[in-house]
Every structure is written in structure tokens, then in C-alpha cells.
């Protein structure tokens, strides 16, 4: 698991998610489709509802750790990191 704070620009080891109803089945739908090919290199977005906060997610694979570039600088220093 990587979480990356993009506003300060570094990893974080530990996050709370305090998620609505909504955002929460937006967020398990969501999962649900990446998980049904995890190898794909696609990713999705869920806001709030006054859209002043957002949670980006992807699914990272051993295969997409091999080739990291797709990704932009910032997640491809993350994502190599032990």
C-alpha cells in the first residue's frame, strides 16, 4: 500500500478515511471494477459532496511496479520506494 499526500508532496504511513454512505459504495463500485483486471492502468476518483476533498485510487501489481512509466514523477518516486 502506498498513500501519497499530493498537496505536501510525500508518502504517508498512516491515513483515516471518514467516508458517507455515498462515497463509500461509489468507492466499493469502483474497486469492485478495477479488481476485475487489476492489471489495467486505470484509476478513478471519488469527491465529497461539496467536491473540496478527493480520494484518487489505483490498483499497483508486482507487473506494474516493473514499469512505472505511466505514472508521474512524484507516484513513480513513491511507488519505488521500499
Given at each position: ?18 467516508l458517507?454512505?455515498?462515497e ?16 489495467a ?15 484518487s485510487?489505483?490498483?499497483i ?22
Open positions: 500500500m502506498k498513500i501519497i499526500d499530493d498537496r505536501r508532496k510525500q508518502s504517508v504511513e498512516s491515513a483515516s478515511l471518514f458517507t454512505p455515498r463509500a459504495r461509489e468507492m466499493r463500485s469502483n474497486l469492485d471494477d478495477l479488481l476485475k483486471d487489476p492489471e492502468h486505470e484509476h478513478f476518483h471519488v469527491y465529497s459532496d461539496d467536491n473540496s476533498r478527493e480520494i485510487c489505483s490498483i501489481t508486482e507487473q506494474k511496479l516493473k514499469d512505472l512509466s505511466k505514472y508521474n514523477s512524484l507516484e513513480r518516486q513513491i511507488l519505488a520506494e521500499e
